[in-house]
């Protein structure tokens, strides 16, 4: 792995921050397991996977790092929560800086094939096709704030409570941390009365599109930049096509791609400054 490949996929400010959430190894006492390995390459193993869409064995050797034990990492980081962890501490460094718009929240979903495994089902804008469904909650910047998986045929409005609940506690510039947003935006896919009154119940505004009212381009000035957050983690090549049995895994990846697509903005904010 050349050093210009290492730092672009893995900057070392973004290291600095995964560095510290990574999981201690800890060898066995009576020897023998997993060794040591170097933890940045293999981290930076996972982000070109996900970046480049090739499969475990298709990893370079020149990353010196085996393909058993990036999977194994991969897996036990999974299992660990690391993901979560680090989408919090990137969004933390965002909201410490005052890069969250919090005046509302945009949420939306996009389907995608899937070839096996829990989390699929019947695609019914794919002929049917087994598949699953990216579901992404952004500012009003098209920062995500959180993501989710489901089955292909899982309603856009099942995933709106699950995606609101998980809008992490963010560290502001001043003051405590917030969660709640002014106003949530969402289009037609979302008109139920109960989703309405759960969120205006929680103090948030609701700004949802009415079926047969109101016209499907009316909140295009607002809805574009969720479309353009589902498309920039699109641009990972390894969400395009769900080929990972465990839906744990392919939302690992997700959670992953959300926030490499976070840190991107806060290297771009701190660069303009």
């Known amino acids: 792995m050349t050093d210009n490949l290492s730092l672009r996929l893995v900057p070392d400010e973004l290291w600095e921050l995964v560095e510290p959430l990574l999981p201690v190894f800890t060898p066995r006492r009576q020897g023998g397991g997993t060794a040591p390995t170097d933890e940045r390459a293999v981290f930076t193993a996972v982000a070109y996977v996900l970046t480049s869409g090739c499969v475990w064995r298709m990893l370079p050797p020149s990353f010196g790092v085996t393909v058993p034990t990036a999977h194994r990492r991969f897996t036990a980081w999974t299992e660990a929560g690391l993901w979560r962890r680090l989408q919090c501490a990137v969004l933390d460094e965002l909201g410490s800086e005052g890069l969250l718009d919090w005046s509302r929240v945009v949420v939306d979903g996009a389907s995608v094939r899937a070839k096996r ?8 804008v794919d002929r049917g096709k087994s598949g699953s469904k990216l579901h992404v909650l952004s500012d009003r910047t098209g920062i995500p704030l959180t993501v989710a998986v489901s089955a292909a045929n899982t309603p856009d409005a099942a995933a709106l409570r699950p995606l609101v609940r998980a809008i992490p506690a963010i560290r502001s510039r001043r003051g405590p941390r917030r969660r709640k947003p002014g106003k949530l935006h969402a289009d037609k896919a979302y008109d139920h009365h109960e989703l309405r009154d759960w969120v205006r119940d929680r103090g948030i505004g609701v700004r949802i599109a009415r079926k047969g009212i109101e016209s499907s381009q009316h909140l295009g000035r607002h809805r574009w930049v969720i479309e353009r957050t589902i498309a920039w983690l699109g641009g990972y090549h390894r ?18 791609a959300a926030t490499l697509t976070c840190h991107k903005k806060l290297v771009k904010a701190r660069s303009a400054t």
């Open 239 to 256: 969400l395009s096509i769900r080929y990972d049995r465990k839906d744990t895994h392919y939302c690992g990846f997700l959670t992953l």
């Open 117 to 124: 495994g829990p989390m699929t089902g019947p695609n019914p």
